[in-house]
């Protein structure tokens, strides 16, 4: 109360310099939201610029307003090129998102579920042989050759299954975070129940889980759509082009055709770009509590 | 624990399963492996010559220099930065969903698309870089063509597409931190200063170290970025411990490549596991 009553009364002192205050207040407003621009919207406005113009113009790398607007010729010379790799591309990414994404949430929440509400050493043994997953780099030949002795090299159940070990880690972290907060007076009522350990987590965990699922979806949607190096290790091949390799279609030593290359940077983020409209708050909070926890 | 046994290890088996054999395995392997002559197929055993190359050979040693220069850098301009726009991003600032979300998009864009872009505006005579500094009378270095200064540009982008995820995990930090406690020091008669040097760092500490980690593990295996945007060139001078690994391997050369790997791995541990130990020690101090 008596906080109050002081600030109405300095409010009435010293109302010029709260004007003051606003002035500052508004230009630290305006300076953040420029500075931001320029560092971080610029780069994108130079890609959209870019794949709006003729081969002429690009080659200036500026980024002046295109002389010629050419945005949908470039978008289908893009996805004509090289006998429609673009689109073989897609398939080929989304295949491999979707399907280690179906894997990784099946297979990851029971696993998340056991390592949390099992009480033993070896549950305790098993879930720092996990979390190591989120700090060994992956080591590459070896992968391979396991692949090969399964016949698996340069298929799709190879890069899928690689995906998935790679994920499972964090996916595990984000389960396990969530399922600690899951009383357990929940599991011991259904046990009383008689209800089986399967049927537990079926019938009553794997379905209050779905607020994670879906962080765990929209994580690793990301990080598998936009994986670059696993698919050029493990699934080569030029009838096996993922998104991030189409980019290259476009560049050579001695002739890039720039309006297409952006057309094409263009193409493959708006994906992600749909997913940040929709879910940047499930994003944001997803990566700071996978990571704080960790 | 009786009711164990209802959590039974059968739930457990598909991931670990996926888990040991497409990345324990592999991990276990490659510590023998290293130590061969390899074709996938066939392998001599050569002892440390493998790891004997990387030492000697100024191709392969200039990989560690750039790795940790990398790792540190980054992770330092990241907490940096990342510190000073979080405390921006928790203030009363009104754009700040705007700014917030400006900054964090990145992390979305594939590295590969970060890398290319970069490279087209750090070009050394057009690249709109070097074009706005001339504007202000800078005569702008050639970012990446300049073997002593590649590996710094690159840096420089890795921090502009990962500042987002950094910044965001230091917000959620200082906004865990209690009220209460900045009032008390302001009864105190402290200012702000104070109250950043005396509460916000402090208390976000879980946080800063977090980013620490996260940065220096990403740091450590980068391969993506320098490969999109020097090739690890000009000559050798950006290439880092996992783009040799990449090169080795696509040179046929597997033992070496492994080998490669086996000291990654080893550097990770070295680097990350006491940082983590001592960061996690002063902590409980507080």
Sequence with gaps: ?294 | MKSNKIYSYWLLLPALLIYALLFLYPTVVSFFFGFTRWTLTEWEWIGFENFRMFFEEPSLMIGFKNTFIFAFLTAGLKVVVGIFLAVILTSKLKTKRFVRSTIFFPVLVSTIAVGITFSVLMHPSEGLINVVLGMIGIDGPDWLGNPNLAIYSVALVDVWKGLGIATVILIAGMMSIPNDYYEAIQIDGGNKWNAFVHITLPLSRPAINTVVMLALIGGLRTFDLVWAMTGGGPGFSSDLIASIIYKQYQAGFYGLSTAGNVLLFLIVAIIVYPIFRFLNRKEVDL
């Design chain 1, 1 to 294: 109360m008596s906080q109050t009553h002081s600030m109405t009364q300095s409010n009435q002192v010293n109302s010029k310099e709260k004007q003051k205050k606003n002035a500052i207040q508004l230009i630290i407003e305006i300076f953040a939201v420029i500075v931001c621009s320029i560092f971080f919207l610029v780069p994108f406005y130079f890609i959209i610029v870019n794949a709006m113009k003729n081969s002429a113009d690009a080659a200036q790398l500026s980024i002046a307003w295109p002389t010629e607007f050419r945005i949908w010729e470039n978008i289908v010379e893009v996805i004509q090129a090289r006998d429609y790799m673009l689109l073989t591309a897609f398939f080929n990414s989304t295949v491999i998102t979707v399907v280690s994404i179906v894997i990784l949430i099946f297979v990851g929440s029971m696993a998340a579920f056991v390592l949390h509400r099992r009480v033993s050493k070896l549950s305790k043994t098993l879930s720092g042989l996990f979390l190591a997953g989120l700090m060994i780099p992956p080591a590459v030949v070896p992968t391979i050759w396991v692949l090969e002795q399964f016949g698996i090299f340069k298929s799709f159940t190879g890069i899928i299954l690689v995906e998935a070990a790679i994920q499972i880690p964090f996916t595990i972290l984000l389960y396990t975070g969530f399922i600690a907060a899951i009383p357990k007076e929940i599991d011991e009522a259904a046990i009383i129940d008689g209800t089986g350990g399967l049927q537990l987590f079926t019938k009553i965990i794997f379905p209050m889980l779905k607020p994670v699922h879906s962080t765990v979806i929209i994580l690793n949607a990301v990080t598998i759509f936009n994986d670059f190096v696993h698919p050029l290790y493990f699934f080569p091949g030029s009838e096996n082009a993922t998104v991030q390799l189409t980019l290259y279609n476009f560049m050579s030593m001695f002739n890039t055709d720039w309006n297409l290359l952006f057309a094409n940077v263009l193409l493959i983020t708006i994906p992600p770009f749909i997913l940040f409209l929709f879910f940047s708050e499930k994003i944001v909070s997803g990566m700071a509590a996978g990571a704080v926890k960790g």
